[in-house]
Every structure is written in C-alpha cells, then in structure tokens.
Nanobody, 127 residues
Framework: QVQLAESGGGSVQYGGSLRLSCVAS????????LAWFRQTPGKEREGVAQ???????WYGDSARGRTTISRDNSKNTVILQMDNLKPTDTATYYC?????????????????????WGQGTQVTVSS
C-alpha cells in the first residue's frame, strides 16, 4: 500500500507564491514517478508537473514558466514551487505516484496512468 501526504496549500494574492510538499510512504519499490495534478469542480484533472526517478521533469502548459518541481529520493518527497500565481491557478492540487516508473512526455496528460493519489490540498488565489 502507498500513502501520499500533501501539505502547503493555502490562500494567496495574485502574484504570490506557494510551495506544496508531498511525502510518499509504503510499498514504493525502487522506481516511481511523482507528479502534481490539479482539479476544479466540473473539470477534468489537469497535469501540472511530473518528475521521474532519474530527475527528468515535464510541465503542463498552464504551469510552465511559473512552477518548479523537484524531488528528494532520500526523503521520498516531491516539491512543487509555484510563483506568480493567478486566480486561474485556484484548484485542489493532488500528488500522484506511478509505480513502477514509466513516465514519459504523454504521462502528464493521462492521470489514469497514476495508480496512487493523495487527498489533495486547496490552493486559492485572489485577485
């Protein structure tokens, strides 16, 4: 069993920054991909960023240039640094893990390829 625990969500003003963290635990194996998705009511889950076991990173179109994903394999942690936040970034952000790691360029567009999900953390950006 795999557990993902997110933290760091909250409310910020337009142009502000937030840092989301996710700690993975349980049966992770030796190789897994980690990602952040976001979702608003009535919309499909959208890929924000992902990082594979080797440290290769991919970013969704909406987040590119304003977000940085990083991971610490020694701590089973993935971080999402979000800067210059806009009201359109308001959403529930989810951490996800794919085990084993088969992440590629299209994986971020296919949330169904991630088997494990956290409970989500709310991000609200006011204008």
């Amino acid at each position: 069993q795999v557990q993902l625990a997110e933290s760091g969500g909250g409310s910020v003003q337009y142009g502000g920054s937030l840092r989301l963290s996710c700690v993975a635990s349980g049966s992770l194996g030796s190789s897994y991909c980690l990602a952040w998705f976001r979702q608003t009511p009535g919309k499909e889950r959208e890929g924000v960023a992902q990082v594979d076991q080797r440290g290769l990173k991919w970013y969704g179109d909406s987040a590119r240039g304003r977000t940085t994903i990083s991971r610490d394999n020694s701590k089973n942690t993935v971080i999402l640094q979000m800067d210059n936040l806009k009201p359109t970034d308001t959403a529930t952000y989810y951490c996800a893990a794919q085990i084993p790691d088969t992440c590629g360029a299209l994986t971020l567009e296919r949330p169904g390829q991630y088997q494990h999900w956290g409970q989500g953390t709310q991000v609200t950006v006011s204008s």
